[in-house]
């Protein structure tokens, strides 16, 4: 392959494509599922996030499995766990087995979202590093929006079994894209210590994890209980089409925010994703037509998707090739916990209008605290 630069962007654009088209965009429809069998929604909430929970012990695991197997058969695997989960999911029966499988894609995701992106980082010019990871988000994104439109389509016509039996096949033609990638730098990763810990809640990572923290409350909002806020204030019937337009959103904005993360500077990025994040959460608390919702709706699309990149990228500025798997497994472990809390909390601040103004006017004043403490982190970047 020549133009590995360009190359390595659009195979993992598809890749990220793949993995969402199918089961990774199965996470919208868990809960509705699980309380279609009979399942409360605390106790449905909780198998999602186990997704997240157990990605947090794994990713500081990612080198081990490195050192074991290699950087590339770690991606293999990870992608793979994506269809693995989805063909459980279809047959399980009982709460531990719709559990096992969701642990086992939290696992998956989290070699696949610590390794390959890694392996990204370190086969991708410096001046680069917010659009190639831009270009795997934008694919998720579209992935996500196509994968919840056609699973949506089986879901009503097949059932919900059929619904993830048919997830599990795009996952696994994401393979052949890694199978075409020609890498110069293939690095297996340093492990992590108390030492490096306890460097890394000293230094700026701290900063950039609780950032991340922040805006993985809007996964939660999306996943948990934008459905419950829509059907409430505008009707069942937007549900889907205002979900799609998020992921469609998130998948443009992914490109858009890796080029301003690259140009402008990682600090600036941080600084606009969180403003946009703030008027977001406040619209959804006064929010009572669909275009107060697709505003905030793109808004939480913007955030999600740049400061992801942003700090991805963030991460190939400050370390080093063997260093960067350490830096993801820690700044990332925020992320999923504020993804935990945010799910696990969306059901409880949503039941009422007036918790829901309450919880969104709090989270709009989270992300201003948190757009003040992005000007402490560093600017790296092209024109840094």
Do not use: C
Not at 237 to 249: A, N, P, Q, R, V
Not at 312 to 327: F, M, P, V
């Amino acid at each position: 392959m020549r133009g590995l630069k360009i190359n390595n962007e659009a195979i993992y654009f598809l890749i990220g494509f793949s993995l969402f088209l199918g089961s990774g965009a199965t996470q919208p429809f868990i809960i509705p599922h699980l309380e279609g069998l009979g399942y409360s929604s605390l106790v449905s909430s909780l198998v999602i996030a186990f997704i997240y929970i157990s990605q947090i012990p794994t990713r500081f695991f990612v080198n081990k499995f490195e050192k074991f197997l290699g950087q590339i058969p770690v991606v293999f695997i990870g992608i793979v766990g994506y269809s693995l989960y989805a063909i459980i999911f279809a047959l399980s029966t009982h709460l531990w087995q719709f559990l096992m499988a969701t642990i086992i894609l939290g696992i998956s995701s989290a070699l696949f979202w610590t390794s390959g992106v890694v392996l990204l980082l370190n086969n991708t010019d410096r001046e680069r590093y917010g659009r190639a990871v831009g270009a795997l988000y934008a694919g998720v994104g579209l992935g996500t929006a196509i994968g919840v439109l056609y699973l949506n389509k089986v879901l009503i016509l097949l059932g919900g079994r059929n619904m993830f039996l048919i997830a599990a096949i795009p996952p696994i033609v994401g393979l052949l894209p890694v199978i075409g990638l020609k890498l110069k730098n293939i690095v297996v990763s340093k492990g992590i210590n108390f030492s490096s810990l306890r460097e890394m809640f000293k230094a700026e990572a701290f900063i950039v994890g609780i950032l991340l923290f922040t805006s993985s409350f809007s996964y939660g909002i999306v996943y948990g209980g934008f459905s419950i806020l829509i059907s409430r204030e505008i009707g069942v019937e937007w549900i889907g089409i205002l979900s799609i337009s998020f992921y469609l959103l998130k998948s443009l904005f992914s490109g858009i925010g890796g080029r301003i993360s690259d140009l402008l500077g990682r600090r600036f990025s941080f600084i606009i994703s969180f403003i946009f994040g703030a008027l977001a959460s406040f619209l959804l608390g006064i929010a009572k037509s669909p275009y107060i919702f697709i505003l905030a709706g793109s808004l939480l699309g913007f955030q999600v998707s740049t400061v992801s990149v942003n700090a991805n990228a963030w991460i190939a500025d400050i370390a080093g090739l063997e260093d960067r798997t350490n830096y993801m497994a820690f700044i990332f472990a925020f992320n999923a916990l504020g993804v935990v809390v945010s799910l696990l909390m969306s059901g409880y601040f949503l039941a009422t209008p007036e918790r829901t103004f309450i919880a969104f006017i709090s989270f709009s004043l989270l992300n201003i605290i948190s757009a003040i403490l992005a000007t402490f982190s560093s600017r790296s970047g092209e024109n840094a």
